[in-house]
């Protein structure tokens, strides 16, 4: 309960200021239109309006909280701004993306951010999120709650209003390789988790919950297998700060050194769309993607072949 209430809390308290990504920037970003999974970009949406993207997740409780919202603001402003709810793809199944559509029923665009190039480029660190953009798609506010603060924001756009751009930071393309840059050398093996997966998803997705809790209490074991290797642990930025990594490496005693995906470079780069997974790379390349923890001595002996 106590990090159910922590959750919430950071979720309350996370506003983050962004820099205005350009039009340019966010239509050349491809998505995925559900449910034909055909390639789609912004720029099938009229420019000339202001944007809302809200980002979400089917396992996401408080997302499932603020649908009904969601949907009554498209009801009353779809007209006047775009409205474009982004699955994040991260651990998702197009039947539980299509459950949602119908539980709610949904109107607006449902796009997937199968690649995570827009919450790369929005500064996307949990969900729900909501980013209201003007008529120049330029960011004017961004926001994980569903309130009277964002109904204020989305009445004044829809008004006309050109509210002025956020200032903010977000993390430059420059930045994004020099983050990166450290995996495209040498052998390496990357293991990709979140520190809430285990318990949050507990009782949404209860098969990925185990499936964390097993990969996180082997890991050790199985790194110690190659025992000259690098290894190296990365967890996904939704919601976590440096106290929940602190917290995730005491709970599992955590030998393979881990850090947190601040801007989801790596998690956008190595494509990673489902956690836990363990990735061997070679100068950068993926020679293996496992999974499927659920046998650690096939584990061991899959990575052994690889070193052969």
């Known amino acids: 309960m106590y990090k159910i209430i922590s959750l919430c809390v950071f979720l309350i308290m996370a506003f983050v200021n962004l820099a205005s990504a350009s039009t340019a920037d966010l239509t050349a970003i491809s998505l995925k239109q559900f449910p034909e999974l055909s390639t789609i ?3 099938a949406v009229p420019a000339n309006k202001p944007l809302y993207i809200k980002m979400w997740a089917t396992w996401c409780k408080p997302c499932m909280e603020q649908m009904p919202h969601f949907q009554q603001l498209y009801q009353q402003y779809g007209d006047k701004v775009n409205f474009v709810a982004v699955n994040i793809d991260i651990n998702e199944k197009p039947e539980e993306i299509a459950k949602v559509i119908a539980r709610f029923g949904l109107t607006m665009p449902v796009w997937i951010d199968d690649q995570g190039k827009l919450a790369l480029e929005l500064g996307l660190v949990g969900t729900p999120f909501s980013v209201l953009m003007n008529s120049q798609w ?12 964002l109904d204020g924001f989305i009445q004044r756009l829809a008004q006309g209003q050109n509210l002025i751009a956020q200032d903010g930071e977000k993390a430059s393309p420059e930045q ?18 979140a ?3 285990d318990w949050y998803l507990a009782e949404s997705r ?3 919950s185990k499936s964390c809790i097993q990969a996180q209490q082997q890991l050790n074991a199985i790194a110690l297998q190659l025992p000259n290797s690098n290894w190296h642990g990365i967890v996904n930025n939704l919601w976590t700060d440096q106290q929940a990594l602190t917290d995730f ?13 601040n801007s ?19 100068d950068g390349k993926v020679l293996a993607e496992i999974k499927d923890f659920s046998n650690p001595t096939a584990v061991i002996q899959q990575l052994q072949q690889l070193q052969r």
């Open 41 to 43: 970009n912004l720029s």
């Open 138 to 149: 330029q960011q004017v506010y961004t926001s994980h709650e569903s309130d009277n603060v």
């Open 176 to 193: 994004q390789q020099q983050l990166v840059a450290p995996y495209l050398n040498g052998e390496q093996y990357l293991f990709f988790t």
């Open 195 to 197: 520190t809430w997966c």
């Open 206 to 208: 209860p098969d990925m």
């Open 249 to 261: 490496n005491q709970q599992y005693a955590m030998k393979v050194p881990f850090s947190i995906d």
């Open 264 to 282: 989801g470079a790596l998690f956008q780069h190595f494509n990673v769309r489902s956690i836990p997974v363990l990735l061997k790379l070679k």
